[in-house]
């Protein structure tokens, strides 16, 4: 009864209390739901923590059985023993062909072009008996203008200075000319003491060249081309 009237008398205060029950009420509820959101949540960490635990095992299982990182072998480890021999027999191989190749080369050296300085080559027999035939070749046809003057030199493959040399010239219409000189011995081959041909004696245009060489027991030619 005494509530009743202080409900019908003070209607205020008591809404006032209700109202604070309520808001307590309401709090209360809040509390109890960020609760149990705590635990959910905690709960779901816990989960992805076993996940992510279980791959990485499942991983690491496998890499150890494949072979994969972080249980993968060095590629560079220090050679055996085996290959260590197997290494030096191929380079002594290697060595051993390349010394034979050397041989060979010096054995059977490639043919030079004969120069004033190296060794003659010996003469060639000649089939019938006559005389061995020896390498000439001509040097110089040069002509100057200067001194009017057509200069022929020939080198001999042989050491002589008793030969005789033979100039041939032959113009493109028929016309001759020929001359002779002595040969004159070198350290290791023969050269033609020259020919000096006067342009006034040569007609304009071109002349084939032959020098002829020979002695008392070789012979030997060559021949070429100059233009007046």
Excluded at 18 to 35: C, E, P, Q
Excluded at 54 to 79: I, R, S, V
Excluded at 148 to 172: D, E, F, K, P
Aim: hydrophobic residues 35%; aromatic residues 6%.
């Amino acid at each position: 009864m005494v509530v009743l009237s202080c409900f019908i008398k003070e209607p205020r205060k008591v809404f006032t209390i209700s109202l604070v029950l309520a808001m307590i009420n309401h709090k209360g509820n809040n509390l109890l739901i960020m609760r149990i959101q705590k635990k959910r949540n905690h709960k779901k960490i816990v989960l992805v923590l076993v996940v992510l635990f279980l791959l990485l095992t499942g991983y690491a299982l496998m890499a150890y059985g494949f072979k994969f990182w972080p249980f993968t072998k060095n590629q560079f480890t220090e050679a055996t023993e085996e290959q260590k021999t197997a290494g030096n027999n191929i380079k002594e191989k290697s060595l051993e062909n390349t010394t034979e190749g050397a041989g060979d080369k010096k054995s059977s050296p490639q043919p030079k072009t004969p120069r004033g300085s190296d060794p003659s080559p010996a003469p060639t027999p000649s089939p019938n008996g006559g005389k061995s035939t020896v390498g000439v070749s001509i040097t110089a046809a040069t002509v100057d203008k200067s001194t009017a003057t057509l200069y022929v030199r020939g080198l001999i493959q042989t050491i002589s200075s008793n030969g005789t040399c033979t100039l041939s010239m032959r113009h493109s219409s028929g016309r001759t000319y020929s001359s002779s000189a002595g040969s004159q011995a070198g350290p290791s081959t023969s050269s033609c003491k020259g020919f000096n041909v006067p342009l006034s004696q040569l007609t304009p245009g071109k002349w084939t060249i032959t020098i002829r060489y020979e002695d008392a027991t070789v012979t030997g030619g060559a021949e070429g081309e100059v233009t007046i």
